[in-house]
């Protein structure tokens, strides 16, 4: 294996397809094609993820390679996400990495995508140093890991219902906003009020997260005010999204500043699609200005799925032997250990 390994990553998780080419941890491509197909029916629909995968993985990985100017033949190894995801997402980019790796006689890494989410923090500079205090929030996922090393992660709290990427996109759903609701109601909550409405924020113990009564509490608030007004919903709407907000952001500071106090971490990272979310960045920012902490966020493009985080873990587990055979098989329940 040569000093600089070249890496072809693949990213097939959700709905999103990606291909990244790096070289002795350098990026050298990071592409990734959406799927607007989804948009017509509120959320992802996990067969047309799937046809739409086999439809741009070739042109992807192809335009990858070419824009990192490097020929398959050069490839040193495959990588592919193996899990958690949809399954059938899964299978297509699974099946696609295999073929290519065992074509080329190239060895094929197996990466976790939560995982993945973590390393993105080593992609480009500036990067924390292990260990770390990382709290990981996407669609799926809500998680705070203690980071030891690369490939040395604890789980020590998770959403035990609904992650906050999902409460985003219910409560969003529920004020009528266009999916995915996340980011429309990020946009509008810069323009309301956070404290206009009170919502609870979930109590629990340890580090777990809750956010299932968030969505109940909007569900029934609404459904009382429209029942006096049917416009209370397109009067207030700038009001209700920077409260729903700021009751996500609040409930996901709390169980982060409990853990860095326990743990006594004083580096603290964001990884995840919601880690683009402007009110969590601010307050995060915010937060670790009052406890001394310091803060890494990786770049936008670098939060939401990608396969250069792919790339960077596969980095890491091909300089640590973390091989896969052709007899791996996807997993969308594959756990962070």
């Given at each position: 294996?040569p000093?600089?390994?070249?890496?072809?990553a693949?990213?097939?998780?959700?709905d999103d397809?990606?291909a990244?080419v790096?070289a002795?941890?350098?990026?050298?491509?990071?592409?990734?094609?959406?799927?607007?197909?989804h948009?017509q029916?509120?959320?992802v629909v996990?067969?047309?993820?799937?046809?739409?995968h086999?439809?741009?993985?070739?042109?992807?990985?192809?335009?990858?390679?070419k824009?990192?100017g490097?020929?398959?033949?050069e490839?040193d190894?495959?990588?592919?996400?193996?899990g958690?995801g949809?399954?059938?997402s899964?299978?297509?980019?699974?099946?696609f990495a295999?073929?290519?790796?065992?074509a080329l006689g190239?060895?094929?890494?197996?990466?976790n995508?939560?995982r993945?989410?973590?390393?993105a923090h080593?992609?480009?500079?500036?990067?924390?140093?292990?260990?770390f205090?990382?709290?990981?929030?996407?669609?799926?996922h809500t998680q705070?890991?203690v980071?030891?090393?690369a490939l040395?992660?604890?789980?020590?709290g998770?959403?035990?219902?609904?992650a906050?990427?999902?409460?985003?996109?219910?409560?969003s759903?529920?004020?009528?906003l266009?999916?995915?609701?996340?980011?429309?109601?990020?946009?509008?909550?810069r323009?309301?009020d956070?404290?206009r409405?009170?919502?609870p924020?979930?109590?629990?113990?340890g580090y777990?997260?809750?956010?299932?009564?968030?969505?109940t509490?909007v569900l029934?608030f609404?459904?009382k005010?429209?029942?006096?007004?049917?416009?209370?919903?397109a009067?207030n709407?700038?009001?209700?999204?920077?409260?729903?907000?700021?009751?996500i952001?609040?409930?996901?500071?709390?169980?982060?500043?409990?853990?860095a106090?326990?743990?006594?971490l004083?580096q603290?990272a964001?990884?995840?699609?919601?880690?683009?979310?402007s009110?969590?960045?601010?307050?995060?920012?915010?937060?670790?200005?009052a406890?001394g902490?310091?803060?890494f966020?990786?770049?936008f493009?670098?939060?939401?799925?990608?396969?250069?985080?792919?790339?960077?873990?596969?980095?890491?587990q091909?300089?640590?032997?973390?091989l896969a055979?052709?007899?791996?098989?996807?997993?969308?329940?594959?756990?962070?250990?």
């Open positions: 294996m000093d600089f390994p070249r890496i072809l693949i990213e097939s998780s959700c397809t990606g990244a790096m002795g941890g350098k990026l050298l491509s990071n592409l990734v094609a959406t799927q607007k197909v948009e029916y509120g959320g996990p067969e047309l993820a799937s046809r739409a086999q439809q741009h993985l070739l042109p992807v990985v192809t335009a990858a390679l824009e990192a490097i020929s398959k033949h490839l190894a495959v990588a592919v996400t193996q958690p949809l399954l059938g899964l299978l297509v980019g699974g099946m295999k073929t290519f790796a065992l190239k060895p094929l890494i197996a990466v995508h939560m993945a989410h973590i390393l080593f992609i480009r500079d500036p990067k924390p140093s292990f260990p205090l990382c709290l990981t929030v996407s669609g799926g705070l890991v980071v030891r090393s040395d992660m604890e789980v020590i998770q959403t035990i219902d609904d906050a990427g999902e409460a985003f996109d219910k409560t759903k529920l004020l009528g266009p999916y995915p609701g996340g980011p429309h109601l990020d946009k509008l909550a323009q309301g956070p404290q409405f009170a919502f924020v979930g109590a629990m113990p777990d997260f809750s956010f299932s009564g968030l969505k509490s029934y609404l459904r005010e429209v029942a006096a007004n049917p416009s209370f919903v009067e709407l700038a009001d209700l999204c920077a409260s729903i907000q700021h009751t952001v609040a409930t996901l500071l709390r169980q982060l500043r409990r853990a106090t326990d743990t006594g004083r603290v964001l990884a995840g699609g919601v880690a683009a979310n009110g969590l960045r601010t307050a995060l920012q915010q937060e670790a200005e406890q902490w310091e803060v966020i990786p770049d493009a670098f939060c939401t799925d990608n396969a250069a985080m792919v790339a960077v873990t596969a980095h890491f091909l300089e640590a032997g973390d055979t052709q007899l791996m098989s996807p997993d969308p329940r594959l756990k962070l250990t």
